[in-house]
Structure formats: C-alpha cells, structure tokens
C-alpha cells in the first residue's frame, strides 16, 4: 500500500511540475498598424505622398514600383512581465495581390510612432531583416520573429512588412475584420 501510495504521489507531483513547466501560447493581435509611404510622388494640392498619414485607413498596403514606394507598419503590445520563447507573425489571406502568389520580407523597426499621425516624413526606413516569406493567392502564411520578439523594449514590437513586387494589400485594425496580422507569443 506504501508502494502504491508513493507511486500516485510522485506520479502526480511529476505532472504538476509539468503542468507548471509548460509553454503558454498566447494570440497577439496587431494593436497599431498604418501604410507609410516613402517616395516623391505628389498628391493632391502638391502635397508630397510621403507626408500624409494612413494609419487610420482600412486597408494596409505593401507597394514597389519605379517611383512609388510603400511599407505596412505594424505595432504590438507583447505580454507583460512574459520572455518570449518563440514568436510567429501571423499574415492574414492578402486582399489583393498581382497574380497568384505573393512574396513579403519583414524588418524590425522602432518603437516610436502613433498610428494616427505616422508617415513618411516622420517615420525611418532603418531596421533589421528578420524574415522573409512566400505565399499564395487567398491563402494566409507565417514568418517565425522569435530573436525580435526576445529584443524587444518595453514589452513593444514594431515591424514593417515590405514587398518586392506589385501591391499586396491585407485588413487594417480599421476595417474591423478578424483576419488581421497577429503574433503567437509563446513563453
């Protein structure tokens, strides 16, 4: 009976450490996101393209044509008080795209921009490459942003999303649509 006895203590003693030992995945939706655009082109009234804000537009677009240049700008607020052991950046099914397949990269970028206010003018290309990825027509992918998630200050993350061809345009936060870029957070 002292057998059996220790035998179930140690046996459920082991899976509680397990239990306690054990990665949580959280789901972290994109809490500020904007299209900046970064280029020459003058808009309406002879304004420069680059100095209008669209933080607060439906839609994120990616774009790179011969003078047209534009990024989607992402923003997180990580778990607090979590150390990151694996992030995945999550890409929703693409609104539009040119053709039937899609290639992104992503790069790390500051932290120091509001969604309503940034644009090309206040916003630096600077960043670090952390990823890149293909896809397909109506179909979402992934990028794995673990080492960014683990450098990250303040339990903030932000990313720019950058295509190398024609426009690739997905949901913003605005367009009040579930499919919207989101990390899972793993610690």
């Known amino acids: 009976m002292k057998i059996a006895l220790s035998f179930f203590t140690s046996s459920v003693l082991a899976l509680l450490v397990a239990g306690a030992c054990a990665d949580n995945t959280e789901s972290v939706r994109v809490a500020r996101d904007a299209t900046v655009a970064f280029n020459g082109i003058m808009c309406d009234n002879d304004i420069p393209c680059s100095s209008i804000p669209h933080g607060m537009e439906d839609k994120l677009l990616s774009f790179r044509g011969n003078r047209d240049y534009e990024r989607i700008l992402l923003g997180f607020d990580l778990p607090a ?3 990151a052991k694996s992030c995945v ?9 040119p053709g039937d397949s899609y290639e992104l990269t992503v790069a790390t970028t500051d932290n120091n921009w509001e969604e309503a206010t940034v644009n090309g003018k206040t916003k630096s ?4 490459r952390i990823g890149s990825v293909s896809g397909t027509n109506g179909q979402g992918t992934s990028v794995d942003i673990t080492e960014a998630c683990k450098k990250a200050t303040d339990g903030k993350l932000s990313l720019f999303v950058d295509t190398a061809r024609q426009m690739v345009t997905f949901n913003s936060i605005q367009s009040g649509s579930s499919d919207i870029f989101s990390i899972d957070f793993t610690h």
Do not use: A, K, V
Request: proline share 19%; glycine share 12%.
């Open 81 to 83: 008080g979590e150390t």
């Open 89 to 97: 950046l999550r890409i929703p099914p693409p609104l539009e795209i």
């Open 125 to 128: 290309l600077d960043g670090e």
